[in-house]
């Protein structure tokens, strides 16, 4: 099944497995057992395009009679299509942890999801809601100029894309004339800059957000931008600008990538806010300067002569200097 293409609509139901613990390691799996809790799923929208962001809300209601959990559970989430064909998951570790719930009680919490522009096979659990996915030609279309590297996969988790950004990196999209939220879900190797860095994200040269990178970690910012600061222009100007970059061969982290490397984004998504419905932990834009131009750091010169050396080179596992340990998925 090909999703995407112009004029199909998917609608999707979205099934629960009963929440299992989280086990280290492989072991076999032991019945398990049942218990009074509910669960439910409401969307901030309910129809949303191939590879645009959603929130989700997740609520379970711990039924008076249920027994107290001794262990830390796992949720299981299944986005299936009419036909019971699993498209994408978002397992997940409730907020708060299960052992800190108390019968007679309902605990719910937010999470985005950005949804998978492919979907995969998969098997059928206990039907809570559905979503109608629409072709991703719904979205505004990002035109991806200056400044980025080849797609690839990560190492620790081969199935998800990311991209790294040089020092700065363009997109540009067609202007909507009305206010749109920008998602930018990124990290970078922090350790391996001079001095802490920081991301300057500029909608149309003018407005954005200033976010100093204080670890590894994934962040996710969610920035609206006013239809008054987009201007009347037909397309405007998307910018991802690091105060600085660095090469991973120089710092002594990876001894074959010699490309010139800022942020590693995971998600990049621009919508339209008025079709979004409600999405939490949004920031308004604010004046931005870009940082002024700065010499990028260069490999040596035998690293820029050596024979087959490609500035496309996937990254190792140590382009990171300190790999994060598989969380569980979230999305």
Not at 194 to 206: E, H, M, R, Y
Not at 269 to 276: F, H, R, S
């Amino acid at each position: 099944m090909q999703l995407g293409r112009s004029g199909w609509r998917i609608l999707v139901a979205v099934a629960v497995l009963a929440i299992i613990p989280a086990l280290n390691g492989c072991r076999r799996r032991k019945p398990a057992e049942l218990n009074d809790i509910v669960p439910s799923f409401t969307v901030n929208r309910p129809r949303a395009p191939l590879g645009s962001a959603v929130e989700i809300t997740y609520s379970w209601k711990v039924e008076p009679s249920a027994k107290k959990l001794g262990k830390d559970y796992k949720a299981l989430v299944h986005f299936l299509d009419s036909h019971g064909v699993m498209l994408f998951d978002d397992d997940h570790m409730p907020t708060p942890a299960t052992t800190a719930w108390e019968p007679g009680k309902t605990y719910s919490y937010t999470l985005t999801k950005f949804i998978p522009i492919y979907p995969y096979a998969g098997m059928q659990e206990y039907k809570v809601g559905k979503i109608e996915l629409l072709p991703q030609t719904e979205n505004i279309f990002l035109v991806y100029k200056d400044g980025w590297h080849n797609p690839e996969s990560r190492t620790d988790n081969p199935g998800l894309e990311v991209t790294w950004t040089k020092k700065d990196a363009l997109v540009s999209f067609k202007n909507p004339k009305k206010d749109v939220i920008v998602y930018l879900e990124a990290d970078t190797n922090s350790k391996a800059f001079d001095a802490p860095p920081v991301l300057t994200v500029a909608v149309a040269g003018k407005t954005g957000l200033v976010v100093p990178i204080e670890s590894s970690e994934v962040f996710l910012k969610k920035i609206r931008v006013k239809a008054a600061d987009l201007g009347n222009e037909e397309w405007l100007d998307l910018r991802l600008s690091m105060n600085q970059s660095f090469v991973p061969k120089l710092k002594g982290v990876n001894a074959t990538d010699d490309r010139e490397l800022g942020l590693m984004v995971y998600h990049l998504y621009v919508g339209e806010a008025d079709k979004l419905g409600s999405v939490p932990n949004v920031v308004e834009a604010v004046p931005v300067s870009l940082p002024a131009p700065a010499a990028s750091p260069a490999p040596s010169k035998a690293a820029a002569t050596k024979a087959g050396a490609s500035p496309a080179a996937k990254a190792s596992p140590a382009t990171k200097a300190s790999p994060k340990p598989a969380a569980p998925k979230k999305p």
